[in-house]
């Protein structure tokens, strides 16, 4: 099992950045692919994720040049960076788990974190 805790979030105004943090505890940080979703409605949105070396990022299209997801194994966390927010960014924002491959789909990972509200206001 991995257990998963994320921070950070918060209400920020259009323009600004905030940085999510989630800590991992449980079995061996650095075999998992970790990912960052968002939800606003019913469907959970892929954001970027990260190879377990940290070595290859990859984000969703709508946050590419904005958002920097990043790991740091010794401390068991990994983290997304987020600039020029949007108003559209509003979601609560989860990190995931999966112990296979980077993929776009939540249901390819195995372990979910509770999510942190990020409010953007214009």
């Known amino acids: 099992q991995v257990q998963l805790v994320e921070s950070g979030g918060g209400l920020v105004q259009a323009g600004g950045s905030l940085k999510l943090s989630c800590a991992a505890s449980g079995r061996t940080f650095s075999n998992y692919v970790m990912g960052w979703f968002r939800q606003a409605g019913k469907e959970r949105e892929f954001v970027a994720a990260i190879?377990?070396?940290?070595?290859?990022?990859t984000y969703a299209d709508s946050v590419k040049g904005r958002f920097t997801i990043s790991r740091d194994n010794a401390k068991n966390t990994v983290y997304l960076q987020m600039n020029s927010l949007k108003p559209e960014d509003t979601a609560v924002y989860s990190c995931?788990?999966?112990?296979?491959?980077?993929?776009?789909?939540?249901?390819?990972?195995?372990?979910w974190g509770q999510g942190t509200q990020v409010t953007v206001s214009s």
């Open positions: 190879t377990r070396s940290g070595g290859t990022t």
């Open positions: 995931a788990a999966t112990s296979y491959y980077t993929s776009y789909y939540p249901s390819h990972y195995n372990y």
